[in-house]
């Protein structure tokens, strides 16, 4: 083109879109006709944590490279990675946004933007039950509230993106799990 050139304002604007690197859609069909099938099947997630000194530690999932957690300098930490909590809520960030992209998939939807903005409201007046604040029951404990935002972008309405948004947010394993009492164990390895 050169500088003499003009653009025809009268011709159509093409605008191209890159989508999110989609996931198997047939996989996922059988994934689902799978737990249609069998609706009490379970699974079952294992982490090996081991605590390197100070509130520094290392969890090790599978091969993987070990996910390291530590306490903020005001909490006596390090500050080398993040805090428990936050690691939680990366977790349900990373579950919201693997059943927002399923549900997406199973609608036909194609993503081209998802991220997931999270807050927790966390306190520990206890001390972790280190002489803290003694009269503190288990729902004094934890996060008080979580509060989720989703930035997502496709190819459906504003609407549509919504209904899946809250659609895997109801189907969300750790949403579900931070949202509802479970059964909870703890003991000594057996010697």
């Known amino acids: 083109m050169s500088a003499t050139d003009t653009l025809d304002p009268a011709a159509p604007v093409t605008t191209v879109k890159a989508y999110l690197r989609p996931i198997d859609g047939t996989g996922l069909a059988a994934f689902a ?3 249609k099938a069998n609706p009490a099947s379970r699974g079952t997630n294992k982490v090996h944590t081991v605590m390197e000194g100070q509130y520094r530690s290392l969890s090790y999932v599978g091969q993987h490279k ?3 957690v530590d306490e903020p300098l005001h909490l006596f930490g390090e500050d080398t990675a993040p805090a428990p909590g936050e690691i939680v809520l990366s977790g349900l960030g990373g579950c919201l946004a693997v059943g927002i992209t399923a549900v997406a998939t ?3 939807v ?3 933007k998802l991220e997931v903005f999270m807050e927790g409201d966390i306190g520990n007046p206890a001390a972790w039950g280190a002489g803290g604040a003694l009269e503190k029951t288990p729902p004094e404990m934890g996060f008080q509230a979580i509060r989720v935002k989703v930035l997502v972008e496709g190819d459906a ?3 549509v993106l919504d209904e899946i948004v809250q659609h895997a947010n109801f189907y969300s394993p750790v949403a579900n799990t931070m949202r509802n009492p ?3 164990t703890i003991g000594l390895v057996d010697a």
């Open 33 to 35: 006709a799978k737990g």
């Open 157 to 159: 309405s504003r609407e």
């Open 182 to 184: 479970i059964p909870f």
């Open 110 to 112: 194609k993503l081209s």
């Open 66 to 68: 070990p996910v390291v």
């Open 106 to 108: 199973w609608k036909g």
